[in-house]
């Protein structure tokens, strides 16, 4: 497995990325794994680390430049939002994004007070294996991993996640028309069979998932999940910084 790492900020988990494509994030997250320690130092990568750490296979310059592209037209839109009952700030994530399409380069800076999500993550942070991430195909798989592993224990390799159906709706962009049984059907076991089903090499993410849901006090109504998770024991050990 790859020893790529996506370690930031907690804080990054309040930015949806559903209306990414699944591409578009695994580019995404591994523009974050190759930023992580940079600081706001302007750095140069060639297209092929992308290709690589994404699992891009396409071979033309003219499909992935496209890709790269269309990621940064979201990547741009992406505001980081602290607010409390006294203060409001805006952080834009990156002060720099060039895509030199003829010399197959991308470069790179990340904002100056953006810098601290991905580098100053004291113990609130966010730490996945970008192998497993790039290894789910469905948008929905993707961003309930990285909810997860904010919910991990380092030391267990398990945890647990309780939150609202209307919250999670929210952090996942579930369309508003969704029932619960599209949610079971097309995310939570779409999910499940992605998170514990062996790769080629007989390796599973979780080697357990499960999802309790809890009524609400009044009604027959489901007002919340708790979803449990255990790492598999062979997954790859990467060391935490």
Not at 32 to 41: A, E, F, N, V
Not at 49 to 57: L, P, R, W
């Amino acid at each position: 497995m790859s020893n790529d790492v996506v370690r930031y900020n907690n804080g990054l988990n309040t930015i949806p990325l559903r209306n990414f494509t699944p591409v578009e994030m695994d580019i995404f997250w591994a523009v974050c794994s190759k930023m992580k320690r940079k600081g706001t130092q302007e750095m140069t990568f060639d297209f092929d680390v992308f290709k690589e750490i994404a699992k891009y296979d396409r071979r033309e310059k003219e499909g992935f430049y496209l890709a790269i592209k269309a990621t940064w037209d979201k990547m741009k839109h992406l505001n980081y939002q602290f607010e409390d009952s006294h203060y409001f700030e805006e952080l834009l994530l990156f002060q720099r994004f060039a895509i030199d399409k003829e010399n197959e380069k991308v470069i790179i800076q990340a904002s100056e007070r953006f810098e601290f999500i991905l580098n100053s993550i004291g113990t609130n942070f966010t730490r996945f294996e970008l192998e497993n991430m790039t290894s789910l195909s469905s948008s929905y798989s993707k961003e309930l991993y990285r909810q997860l592993m904010s919910h991990r224990d380092l030391k267990t390799r398990k945890g647990a996640w309780f939150v609202k159906v209307h919250e999670f709706k929210e952090i996942l962009s579930i369309p508003s028309s969704y029932r619960m049984s599209h949610i079971d059907e097309r995310i939570l076991e779409r999910a499940k069979n992605e998170f514990t089903t062996p790769d080629k090499n007989g390796n599973v993410i979780f080697s357990t998932f499960r999802v309790e849901k809890v009524k609400a006090r009044k009604g027959n109504k489901i007002s919340s999940f708790k979803i449990y998770f255990q790492e598999s024991t062979c997954s790859k050990s990467i060391p935490l910084f």
